[in-house]
């Protein structure tokens, strides 16, 4: 399985960005998306199941983040609005034979990670 994320960049908190991972190979299960800011250990963020589609999110992101597939294309998207300073992180695609990736342990596969900061 290989996971080819984009998307990230600079923007000014309050704005948003678009993160899509397109995932090639074996059937999955579960995606998501983690983070890792400097000198922070990484975190989940949300993540997606892809059979009856449910979603999941860190508290930290409810409301303001969203996640979303094209089981067609195979890819998964996180729209981020209202951006804040903290969200400030690389931002991994993560995928799995699980249904729900929601910690590190349930991770089989990992994106190569895009960089996503939010100016002040």
């Known amino acids: 399985v290989q996971l080819q994320a984009s998307g990230g960049g600079l923007v000014q908190a309050g704005g948003s960005l678009r993160l899509s991972c397109a995932a090639s190979g074996r059937t999955l299960n579960g995606m998501g998306w983690f983070r890792q800011a400097p000198g922070k250990e990484r975190e989940f963020v949300a993540a997606?199941?892809?059979?009856?589609?449910?979603?999941y999110y860190a508290d930290s992101v409810k409301g303001r983040f969203t996640i979303s597939r094209d089981s067609a294309k195979k890819t998964v998207y996180l729209q981020m609005n209202s951006l804040k300073p903290e969200d400030t992180a690389v931002y991994y695609c993560?995928?799995?034979?699980?249904?729900?990736?929601?910690?590190?342990?349930?991770?089989?596969?990992w994106g190569q990670g895009t960089q996503v900061t939010v100016s002040s």
């Open positions: 997606i199941t892809w059979g009856v589609e449910n979603t």
């Open positions: 993560a995928a799995g034979r699980q249904t729900l990736v929601a910690s590190l342990s349930s991770v089989d596969y």
